[in-house]
């Protein structure tokens, strides 16, 4: 269908096209720039996003201040879906680290959807488990293997979700990734270019060679995708018969053929993205 082809979130182009319209009619397209908060760690959930380009973060703010990140979704995933298990604040701080598009919904809305669609349920849960297994996998990698392995990891991530072998990644988003220092950061940078596996190292953007960072990596890597690509195999997500379509809730138009296009049912709907607060 064309309406396939047009969605750009990977958990969104599973569902049944009943289903997608329960949804699409509360959806806004809004541009996700680098370094935008989304959700703060213990704010209330305000908005659910679905990326269709770009990388969000999922950081760990601890009391000393200092930040890690545990989870990364492109348009492989979502941010702020939790709270369509009912309100909730939020247990991270999610932040976009390579700038892309987003559709964005309330919880009241995709609530609301998610009450009358199984297939919805089964997407909720199939993002659930994929995030479970990085967090888990994240955990045994910062225990077991080295700073350098662990970056080779993180960026063959990122390379997963983004477009082309140049990563746009500042010094502070790889110190974040890692839990380190940046003059930490910059060792291993350097240890990465010397073995080839980073061809160049240009201000905030990391050209990779991507079979020698596989090589460099550790099989937390391997282990981890394999797993979350079990997990959204449509043998294993074995989406239900669709709820059909509502009353009054199927699109009239192409589905998001540009970036500022708003359905008119969400056009007085609060677009603002939430920025960093300063530290």
């Known amino acids: 269908m064309e309406q396939r082809t047009t969605v750009g979130n990977k958990l969104l182009a599973a569902l049944p096209s009943a289903d997608l319209d329960l949804l699409v009619p509360h959806f806004r397209k809004v541009a996700l720039e680098r370094d935008t908060v989304l959700a703060r760690s213990g704010d209330p959930v305000q908005r659910i996003y679905f990326p269709l380009s770009g990388l969000v973060a999922f950081i760990m703010d601890m009391p000393s201040g200092e930040t890690v990140a545990t989870a990364v979704v492109g348009n492989d995933g979502a941010a702020g879906l939790l709270s369509a298990l009912g309100p ?106 010397a073995s080839g596996a980073i061809r160049s190292n240009r201000r905030s953007f990391i050209e990779i060679d991507r079979p020698r960072l596989e090589t460099a990596a550790c099989e937390c890597y391997q282990l981890m995708r394999r797993r979350i690509e079990q997990i959204n195999s449509p043998e294993e997500m074995h989406l239900p018969d669709s709820a059909g379509p509502a009353d009054g809730l199927r699109p009239q138009a192409p589905l998001f053929a540009k970036t500022d296009d708003v359905h008119p049912r969400t056009a007085s709907h609060d677009g603002m993205l939430h920025r960093p607060r300063s530290h």
């Open 88 to 193: 909730t604040r939020s247990p991270v701080t999610t932040a976009v680290r390579i700038a892309g598009t987003a559709l964005q919904i309330s919880p009241a809305r995709f609530q609301a959807a998610l009450r009358r669609s199984n297939p919805i349920r089964v997407v909720v849960q199939t993002l659930t488990r994929s995030l479970l297994a990085q967090f888990q996998h994240t955990a045994a990698c910062n225990a077991l293997h080295t700073v350098e392995a662990r970056l080779a990891r993180w960026l063959l991530q990122v390379h997963d979700r983004a477009e082309g072998d140049v990563l746009p990644l500042t010094q502070e988003t790889l110190s974040e990734m890692l839990g380190v220092r940046r003059p930490t950061v910059t060792h291993v940078v350097r240890r990465l270019r």
